[in-house]
């Protein structure tokens, strides 16, 4: 199982997997793929005000806090916290206590 991007997934058999595997071509799905936001490499605090810095937040450090949960309104984009949480670990954002 190969994971492209978090609305992409390849799945090969083991013989296609060891004899037919090409590395995924992106010019040629590019429209298919969500492209992550760019990320900034400086060493600026992020304030989590909103599901924008939460996420900008995530992708820089590779994980979020419970806490900060409270501060943001998720509604706009997840039903739930559940459905918000399986789309940052897609992205590979773990979920931390500040302790």
Known sequence: MEFISSNIIRIFTKYEYENEYEIF???????????????????D???????????KFG???????YEDLKNIDISEKYEDVFEMMVDFNERGINFLNKD
Not at 25 to 43: A, M, Q, S, V
Not at 59 to 65: D, E, R, S
Request: hydrophobic share 30%; glycine share 2%.
């Open 25 to 43: 071509d992106h010019t040629e799905c590019e429209r298919y793929i969500e492209p992550l936001e760019e990320i900034d490499d400086d060493n």
């Open 59 to 65: 992708l820089k450090n590779g994980f979020v806090y």
């Open 45 to 55: 605090l992020i304030e989590v005000t909103d599901m924008d810095s939460l996420l």
